[in-house]
């Protein structure tokens, strides 16, 4: 790979970086191609993708970006799986995928600038998905007015109640 190569590969993994949530670091020692393109096809589901660069290509494209604290992160053989969308989507893959692919070590991610270890990363792919979240929070806003008419009501249907009754009284 010549230098006009290299620039290519930092400035279109700058770019990455640059549009990326979440940043996820693994070392792929081990993992067969066949393995690998299976993770990748996981991944693209979710709008993410992996990719593989040297490590001292992966720290200067990282300059500039949300990602800078993991300068220090590239040793070894490193995989970098980024996000575009849903920080949560690759982390579930990943850690999938990590469970039946055990040569596949997840050792940390970034995200939005804040270091992640491997156990916070599972922590984050138990997570539900964004659809299940933003239905659960619409549920619980939409329970708010629901139970606060059922209280704003109960005190004139009381009232209704008691009239009712002394209606009855009297008729008896």
Do not use: C, W
């Not at 970006?65 to 995989?79: N, V, Y």
């Not at 270091?115 to 299940?132: C, N, Q």
């Not at 806003?141 to 009501?153: E, F, G, I, K």
């Not at 009712?164 to 008729?171: L, N, T």
């Amino acid at each position: 790979m010549n230098r006009d190569e290299k620039q290519a590969l930092v400035q279109q993994l700058n770019e990455s970086f640059s549009r990326a949530k979440i940043a996820i670091l693994a070392d792929y020692k081990g993992l067969k191609v066949a393995e690998f393109e299976k993770l990748r096809v996981e991944l693209r589901k979710g709008n993410a993708e992996i990719r593989v660069a040297k490590n001292t290509l992966l720290r200067r494209a990282v300059d500039g970006t949300a990602f800078e604290a993991l300068k220090d992160e590239f040793k070894g053989s490193t995989a970098v799986a980024v996000s575009y969308d849903d920080p949560v989507a690759p982390a579930k893959a990943l850690v999938e995928f990590a469970k039946d692919n055990p040569q596949l070590e997840i050792r940390n991610a970034a995200l939005e600038g804040k270091i992640l270890s491997s156990a916070d990363l599972v922590a984050l792919a138990k997570l539900p998905a964004r659809e299940v979240l933003l239905a659960q929070l619409m549920s619980v806003m939409n329970a708010v007015p629901t139970n606060l008419v059922q209280v704003l009501s109960g005190v004139p249907r009381k009232f209704l109640y008691l009239l009712q009754a002394i209606a009855d009284q009297k008729e008896n």
